[in-house]
């Protein structure tokens, strides 16, 4: 059975950093594209940032890039997410989520999702 969990999540002030985790179990993620989307109340799905796990190669939204970082520990089936410099606006539940194959931002390839983990960022 696949199965992501995401972790780390909390609140923090503007400024802060956080690290999320994601968890993969059930499958190797090493042929798998993994995306880490968030969604804010009334707001759509927002892809931020993915990593091809074979290549390690990375893509951000222009949103988050020079603030957030990507990375991956195959030995543990875990991918992070490196968050500085919160600002308000970044507030929102964030997942991560699994495709096959090589994927962008957009949520259609990802067949595979985390439950979410609330991110806050308030003073």
């Known amino acids: 059975q696949l199965q992501l969990v995401e972790s780390g999540g909390g609140l923090v002030q503007p400024g802060g950093s956080l690290r999320l985790s994601c968890l993969a179990s059930?499958?190797?993620?090493?042929?798998?594209?993994i995306g880490w989307f968030r969604q804010a109340p009334g707001k759509e799905r927002e892809g931020i940032s993915s990593?091809?796990?074979?290549?390690?190669?990375?893509g951000y939204a222009d949103s988050v890039k020079g603030r957030f970082t990507i990375s991956r520990d195959t030995a543990q089936n875990t991918v992070y997410l490196q968050m500085n410099n919160l600002k308000p606006e970044d507030t929102a539940v964030y997942y991560c989520?699994?495709?096959?194959?090589?994927?962008?931002?957009?949520?259609?390839?990802?067949?595979?999702w985390g439950q979410g983990t609330q991110v806050t960022v308030s003073a």
């Open positions: 989520a699994a495709g096959l194959g090589s994927h962008g931002l957009g949520p259609a390839p990802y067949g595979y």
């Open positions: 059930g499958f190797s993620f090493r042929a798998y594209t």
């Open positions: 990593i091809r796990s074979i290549t390690g190669s990375t």
